[in-house]
């Protein structure tokens, strides 16, 4: 594409910070309108973006600079898209704090959780997690930065599908209408819908906690199961994330919007999710540190399974398929064991949320 | 901010320019009234999208609701001409809206015509009638006659009709950050917002205002208050705007924030009690109306679109609260607020507030008797609830330095977005009420009500709180024992609180629990013809008002303490 067919003309860069395989997907899109600069952390991810134009193997957009300097990027950018697993993220955050402003804007797309204890405590020696102890993404950048105009990215977005540029859509959310008005003008395109929604809470639950049912989709799918189970599966599925998503602070028509189950179908049927891909092997046989072991990126949902279980013990509700799934996961149960509980597990309203 | 009150005689404050705006404000009313009718006039074209129909309908509902107003809802203080005013509106629509030969641009112009007097019509009834000769009388009067009254009661004989031993601030204590307020007020512009639970409280704000030497404050009095004579003095004295909350029409709104906004703008100090009305319950303010607030958020943009980019253009967020043993009003809140809420049969008291003779008797008592006030200042904040250093300037939670500005760019320059400031208001509003909870001062008096409450509730779980209330006296009695291990129980947790920055206690509450308890008793509701709680002949905690109890009660709610229970 010739530089004069793009508007930047007076726009500043686009930052986008990590460059995993959701992040290259992203950095690729932003490209096509805007010039963009990512934020890698090691030297020769760097190097190999700016001399090769592709990072870990998979080619980028030649317009896009890599630098690993958070103060450059910052200076350079009033956008920036922090892409970064959950468990580096609020590190990230606390790393580029010092060079970030009111003005700018930040939109992340990281489909995790990050836990708030008191010091000194970890998951395993802490008695009971509360709502306030859970912290998503956008509540780390708001705790950890001045940032106050923050977005998230969700939908079914398969980096893989995004990559071989097919048709897709997303959701920016945001309380402000200027950061979605903005997140639409930078990634829209003709094979990329955009839609917006406020409730930036419910939206990021959405996407954290599909990832729960995405690796029990894959388990059912390892012990060579049909479409019958996976459709059971996936309203059951629905039906705990609203449960859930409510008891966090979501609203109900955020996680049936594009989201959520939108979002949900798309992992729950794609051999393509890392999430799916863990409980496929569970159900394989194989233990949940072999499976960590050979992943190059981690799949959020075993955190957030581990997160979601404490805090629904504390909470008072019943999750079924969270607690069976934390079972299979660090317990040492069998998935057929956990399946056998979950058919006898006395469900007999088919909805009660709406 | 400490919890230890020290007696201070503060100075008063000059302003780096030769005049305090409010001063020049009153000089300049005529010019300030048009250029607010102008203004309001240009927001509301603005919202009805300067679409002709849209803004005649925003009209003709306006003139029915003030009709209506006129008719079933007069008060005192309404101007003679109110009728006549509005009836003229109407007969300009009707001959507007029936002239079939007019071009749409001379319809637009008459509709615009029409606006912009009840514009003017609603500044001029907001504005204030500050006088400085008149403010400096008041407060004159205010203090002289309190410590005319605090020291015949406490020093006996001729002699204390002459005596300065008592002054009105061992009364009414003002603790935290005083020096920060006084300096910043003379660089930048100040919006306090304080806590609410009484009538006498615009008086005692008012009051400490001028003792900490600090020119007078603007701030909206609701106009009712005008009706009783006592508080229309005071309120005229010290600044008061007028706020009319029985007009809830688009017009009368607007030009209220714009009048707001503008003398902001303008560097005159305001005060907003950003609960709007009084506390009913008698639990901190939660959730803060948001329209004023909105207007503090609005003139800091304005500012610095006019490239005020230092001090002087900068607006500061002073939380305050009042801290009381006894609110006057407190049983004709409590029912309002219970009837309201629950399925309590309603009916109505007299307001205990509604005469100024009743207000003046409990002046007296409340000098010559017990019962201290303090006043707790609080750290000042930028706009957006950032805590500010010694030079006005915003820090951030690691204590970057941070321009406030920042958060009104985009692009590399200020922008104007409605939905934005909307969010900045609220993300304000959820600071200062978190502010609120940290200064406030735990007195004994509600260290004994929390405690005899919660220790009811627990007694009958299975009550719901209306239940609970209609509880006949005999099943309210407490053993002194109980009473005072819980009371102590509470107290420790409190100062754990204490101890992470999370409340004040008032000194009393560092003696021994027995003497905690006799004071508490002693002071909570004092004045009130049934108490809230006191202690029988043997001994035994006893309430008689429960509904009291509770509203004192909640003055502790919001800090998970009735976990303990």
Aim: some cysteine; aromatic content about 10%; proline content about 3%.
């Amino acid at each position: 594409m010739a530089m004069t067919s793009k508007n930047f003309s007076k726009k500043k860069p686009v930052g986008v910070i990590g460059i995993g395989s959701f992040g290259t997907a992203i950095a690729n899109i932003l490209a096509e309108k805007s010039h963009v600069i990512v934020y890698a952390r090691k030297p020769e991810v760097v190097e190999e973006i700016n001399l090769h134009h592709t990072s870990n193997g998979k080619s980028l957009h030649e317009d896009i600079e890599a630098t690993n300097s958070p103060e450059y990027i910052c200076q350079q950018c009033e956008i920036l898209f922090p892409v970064v697993s959950s468990a580096g993220f609020r590190e990230v955050m606390q790393q580029f704090a010092p060079y970030l402003h009111p003005y700018h804007m930040l939109i992340h797309g990281t489909k995790g959780l990050s836990l708030l204890l008191p010091k000194g405590k970890t998951l395993e020696t802490v008695d009971k997690i509360k709502r306030e102890n859970i912290a998503t993404m956008s509540e780390i950048i708001q705790n950890e930065t001045v940032v106050v105009r923050i977005g998230c990215l969700a939908g079914p977005n398969l980096a893989k599908e995004l990559l071989k540029k097919q048709p897709a859509a997303t959701v920016i959310a945001s309380k402000y209408n200027e950061v979605i008005l903005e997140g639409q003008r930078l990634l829209r395109s003709d094979r990329f819908q955009v839609y917006g929604n406020q409730d930036i809470i419910g939206v990021e639950l959405s996407g954290v906690l599909k990832n729960i049912i995405a690796i029990a989709a894959g388990a059912l799918a390892g012990m060579g199961l049909g479409e019958n189970a996976k459709g059971l599966l996936i309203s059951r599925g629905m039906v705990e994330l609203i449960y859930l998503g409510k008891a966090l602070g979501g609203s109900t028509k955020s996680f049936i919007g594009l989201a959520g189950i939108g979002d949900l179908v798309a992992t729950c049927s794609s051999n393509l999710s890392r999430n799916y891909t863990v409980g496929y092997r569970l159900a394989n046989g194989e233990s949940l540190d072999q499976i960590i072991a050979d992943m190059d990126e981690v799949a959020e949902g075993i955190n957030t399974v581990m997160l979601i279980k404490t805090f629904v013990e504390n909470a008072g509700m019943r999750a079924p398929i969270t607690e069976n799934l934390y079972k299979v996961l660090f317990e040492g149960f069998k998935v057929e064991e956990a399946l056998g509980y979950l058919m006898k597990y006395p469900f007999n309203v088919d909805v009660d949320f709406l | 901010m400490t919890d230890d009150y020290i007696k201070h005689k503060y100075d008063p404050i000059l302003h780096q320019k030769d005049e305090w705006p409010v001063v020049k404000l009153s000089k300049y009313r005529k010019e300030f009234i048009k250029l607010v009718a102008e203004a309001s006039k240009e927001r509301i074209l603005n919202f009805t999208g300067h679409n002709v129909d849209l803004l005649r309908e925003e009209l003709e509902t306006t003139l029915y609701r003030e009709k209506m107003r006129i008719k079933q809802n007069p008060w005192v203080v309404d101007p003679d001409d109110d009728n006549e005013f509005w009836s003229g509106v109407k007969s300009s629509l009707v001959q507007l809206t029936s002239e079939s030969n007019l071009s749409t641009e001379a319809k637009r112009e008459g509709y615009h015509k029409i606006l912009y007097n009840i514009t003017t019509r609603y500044a001029e009834e907001i504005a204030s009638s500050f006088k400085h000769s008149h403010y400096k009388a008041t407060r004159r009067m205010v203090t002289f006659g309190f410590s005319r009254l605090l020291n015949a009661a406490r020093v006996k004989g001729f002699k204390s009709l002459f005596s300065n031993q008592y002054t009105l601030q061992d009364k009414i204590q003002i603790i935290g950050e005083t020096d920060q307020l006084r300096d910043l007020s003379s660089k930048g512009t100040i919006v306090m917002v304080p806590t609410h639970f009484s009538n006498l409280d615009s008086i005692l704000i008012g009051w400490t205002i001028s003792t900490l030497g600090m020119p007078p404050y603007i701030y909206g009095a609701g106009l009712n208050l005008f009706n009783i004579q006592i508080f229309s003095y005071f309120m005229n004295a010290l600044g008061a705007y007028k706020v009319d909350r029985r007009k809830k029409n688009l017009p009368y709104i607007e030009t209220l924030k714009t009048y707001s906004s503008k003398a902001i703008q303008f560097g005159c100090h305001s005060l907003f009690f950003p609960g709007g009305t009084r506390s009913r319950s008698g639990k901190i303010e939660s959730k803060l109306k948001l329209g004023l607030l909105s207007t503090a958020i609005e003139a800091q943009r304005a500012n610095y679109q006019k490239g005020m980019n230092d001090i002087s253009g900068k607006i500061f967020i002073v939380p305050v609260t009042i801290n009381y043993h006894f609110v006057l009003e407190a049983p004709s809140l409590i029912q309002e607020h219970l009837s309201l809420t629950g399925q309590e049969r309603y009916y109505k008291e007299s307001d205990e507030f509604s005469t100024s003779y009743k207000i003046s008797k409990f002046l007296v008592k409340f000098f010559t008797k017990g019962s201290d006030i303090s006043v707790s200042i609080g750290n000042a904040m930028d706009i957006l609830g950032n805590y500010v250093d010694e030079n006005g300037s915003s820090l951030d939670r690691h204590g970057r330095v941070i321009d406030t500005r920042d958060y009104f760019v985009s692009n590399n320059k200020i922008s104007v977005d409605n939905q934005r400031e909307e969010e900045y208001t609220s993300m304000l509003g959820k600071r200062i009420v978190e502010e609120f909870h940290k200064i406030n001062r735990v007195f004994s008096s509600h260290l004994v009500a929390f405690t005899a409450f919660e220790i009811l509730k627990n007694k009958n779980k299975k009550l719901d709180l209306f239940s609970l209330l209609r509880l006949p006296e005999e099943d309210l009695v407490i053993s002194y024992e109980l009473f005072s291990s819980e009371c102590e129980r509470v107290r420790q947790r409190i100062f754990e609180l204490r101890d992470e920055g999370k409340v004040h206690v008032a000194p009393h509450l560092k003696t021994d629990i027995d003497s905690i308890i006799k004071h508490g008793l002693q002071n909570v509701g004092m004045y009130h013809a049934r108490r809230p709680l006191i202690q029988n002949t043997s001994g035994e905690i006893i309430t008689e008002d429960m509904s009291l109890l509770y509203f004192y009660h909640n003055r502790l709610d919001g800090y998970d303490l009735e976990k303990l229970f």
